[in-house]
């Protein structure tokens, strides 16, 4: 694949991340009811939806024409934003954005920032960026929030706290508020609420991202349930938004297509509680929202993306389902994925941004069943793309080890020659599928190849050939 | 970078990168289409309290009257933040605060105090009043538009939102509402337009339904027969 990066080097992290997290039992627990919640959610909703399969395939057509001409929807959004009275800023990577976000910063002379939930700015490392410039940063997302005091990342696209207990939380929660507070849901929540109004009320400026832009119109999207984007666009005097490049939609009229299909793959809400369109900066005369709006667009490996084979993944709404429909995420949490999208699509995206050598188990993390593709309200074909991420590596030094390789090439020739075909299988059940007639499974393979048994069995040779069962049977 | 290269990347990218598009050919999509007004207001309020709204069907201000009586009691309710607007004024809303006993804001009344008064106001009120936009049938959305004396704040500062929506206002399915907005014209779209469907809402705390997080705790829409 053009451009990717394949350093080579030995990265064993992911493997003892999933031990790991297999062992925790508060993130098992935290992880148990993750399919029949939200991954049922999505089922139900999408079938109580009347030709939700053609509204798919018409996001899933948006997305495919918009990156096509990508740069003339930019230009156009980059117009209507200026028409409004806003600013926009290009930003090739993520120390362009920090350097840019930090500038505006400066010049309006701000010491405290709100930010409602945005994983780009997850993506780029933003807080700690302007932490280190000295402006307070706080994050506004009840989820958020806790993974902020607890000096942590998020662990899934929708819902970053998922993989912490309520006990856990209230322990967090209790040395934030100097005081202690109860393991209990609402009041946990009460307390952010208390205070983080009384940083809305005072922060200079907000922060947010956006989960669409409409070119035609300089519009950008804002969706929440919990009102904090909302809360981060009235209060302070000065929004900044950040979006990736490929989050821009041509027109208005194609937005409800996304709007239908993302809350109900996410939560199974037919629209979340908050769908704000946000259009320039407030107007002569209105009382609350901000007075200056910025938008910065950020490229961040997308254009790389945009010229690869793995395009469709560009597509993405970041609404999660993927995330919750994967029988690999639901048993090892958002931490063990190592990048900062987590479940299949981070599978996809954190090689693509932080290079494959570095994750290269990533696209093998996966049993290709499927469920992601069936989940996702633009039916990216996730399975696909981490078969392709699979080639790739296979084709790149950092690829398989020399012993993996000499074992595939024995097994392309065998399957390649009839006499050899014949020849291995002969050997198989004469041998192994012998030993195992009664078990059928073979517990533990020779050292080596142990791994494939460490957690499973692996289902042995039968007995007697089929060619050789129906030479018999077959005449019969 | 600047905005010359950037945009030069990005056009090479999506030329180069050509023949890895999908091509979707999605067909033909219906959406919601009531039979009539009867049944898109019953849809409205089932999605309304779907959405974990609570739904009043008032067929006059009297009604009305009952209603915000009940909300104040219960709620203790001393300050709101009101929009100015025609529905609120058909039904005679701003008197009934005042008999109520209700201190009442809206944008004249805020202008009258100093900022930092201002916002302590706004900060502290109990109960928020608006009207609406459009409501849409098919989500139980109430959706409000920014202007001036229609604050952002209203429906979303207090503990307590109450939607006074006529039924003129519903229409039938989202793709409804924008093809609306695209008739009235793009350069009409005001600085925020929110559609709200259900009180503040988090899932963050072990998927945990908690309502009221950083909005309203309880969202009250009124049907109000003019
Ligand atoms: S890949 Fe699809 S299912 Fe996964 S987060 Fe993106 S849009 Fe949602």
């Known amino acids: 694949m053009p451009g990717t990066d394949y350093a080579s080097s030995e990265h064993h992290e992911f493997l003892d991340a999933t031990t790991e997290a297999l062992a925790n039992a508060n993130l098992q627990l935290a992880l148990a009811n993750l399919g029949d919640t939200l991954g049922q959610r999505n089922k139900d909703a999408f079938a109580a939806l009347p030709d939700a399969d053609a509204l798919r395939e018409r996001a899933r057509a948006i997305k495919d024409a918009t990156l096509a001409e990508l740069d003339r929807h930019l230009e156009t959004l980059e117009a209507s934003v200026q028409r409004l009275g806003g600013q926009v800023h290009f930003a090739g990577d993520g120390g362009d954005a920090c350097r840019i976000i930090e500038e505006i910063l400066r010049s309006g002379g701000a010491r405290r920032v709100v930010k409602s939930k945005s994983m780009t700015t997850e993506e780029i490392h933003l807080n700690r960026a302007l932490e280190a410039a000295g402006v307070e940063v706080v994050e506004t997302d009840f989820g958020e929030f806790i993974i902020q005091v607890a000096k942590q990342r998020p662990s899934h696209l929708v819902a970053p706290a998922l993989h912490l207990r309520t006990p856990e939380v209230a322990q967090l929660l209790s040395n934030h508020a100097k005081r202690s507070l109860p393991a209990d849901a609402e009041q946990l929540a009460a307390y952010a609420r208390e205070t983080l109004r009384e940083k809305f009320a005072t922060a200079d400026v907000g922060i947010t991202g956006a989960n669409f832009a409409v070119a035609e119109s300089g519009t950008i999207v804002l969706i929440s349930n919990e009102g904090n984007a909302r809360l981060t666009v009235t209060m302070p005097r000065v929004h900044i938004a950040i979006m990736g490049i490929e989050k821009v939609i041509p027109k208005l009229a194609d937005l409800p297509v996304f709007l239908k299909v993302l809350a109900r793959a996410a939560t199974g809400q037919t629209l979340s509680v908050y769908t704000s369109l946000v259009t320039g900066p407030r107007r002569e005369g209105e009382h609350d929202g901000p007075e200056e709006f910025h938008l910065v667009l950020l490229d961040n490996g997308r254009s790389r993306i945009l010229a690869g084979p793995l395009r469709e993944s560009l597509f993405c709404i970041r609404c999660g389902a993927c995330l919750n429909a994967c029988p690999v995420y639901r048993n090892i949490g958002g931490h063990a994925y190592g990048g900062v999208y987590a479940g299949p699509i981070g599978a996809v995206l954190t090689p693509l941004y932080d290079g494959l050598a570095e994750n290269k188990h990533l696209p093998h993390a996966s049993s290709l069943c499927g469920a992601c593709q069936t989940a996702c309200p633009v039916k990216i074909a996730i399975p696909e793309l981490l078969v392709k991420l699979r080639g790739a590596l296979h084709d790149s030094p950092a690829g398989d080890s020399r012993i993996e390789r000499l074992a595939y090439q024995v097994w392309a020739r065998a399957m390649r020659s009839p006499r050899l075909y014949r020849l291995g299988t002969w050997l198989a059940t004469r041998t192994i599928g012998r030993w195992t007639r009664k078990t059928r499974w073979l517990k533990r393979l020779p050292s080596g190849l142990h791994g494939w048994t460490a957690a499973r069995d692996f289902p042995a040779p039968a007995a007697e050939r089929f060619r050789d069962w129906w030479a018999r049977e077959g005449k019969r | ?226």
């Open chain 2, 1 to 226: 970078m600047n905005r010359e290269q950037f945009l030069a990347q990005v056009r090479t990218a999506a030329a180069s990168g050509r023949m890895y598009r999908v091509h979707p050919r999605p067909h033909a999509h219906g959406q919601y289409d009531p039979a009539n007004e009867a049944e898109a207001q019953a849809r409205f309020q089932r999605e309304v309290i779907n959405a974990g709204g609570a739904f009043h069907q008032l067929n006059e201000g009297l009604a009305l009257r009952d209603l915000l009586a009940s909300l104040i009691e219960l709620h203790a309710c001393r300050t709101a933040i009101v929009w100015r607007h025609p529905a609120l004024e058909r039904h005679g809303v701003y008197e009934m605060l005042d008999e109520l006993g209700v201190t009442w804001l809206d944008a004249e009344r805020a202008e009258g105090l100093v900022r930092t008064e201002r916002r302590a106001a706004w900060l502290a009120a109990d109960l928020g009043i608006t009207a609406a936009d459009f409501a849409i049938a098919e989500t139980g959305s109430v959706v409000v538009q920014s202007r001036r004396s229609q604050e952002r704040m209203a429906s979303l500062l207090p503990k307590l939102h109450l939607a006074v929506v006529e039924p003129a206002m519903i229409v039938p399915d989202l793709f409804d509402l924008f093809a609306r907005l695209e008739q009235n014209g793009l350069d009409q779209l005001p600085s925020n337009l929110t559609l709200i469907t259900g009180p503040s809402k988090t899932g963050d705390l072990e998927l945990r339904l908690v309502t009221g997080v950083h909005g309203p705790r309880a969202w009250h829409v009124a049907l109000v027969r003019s």
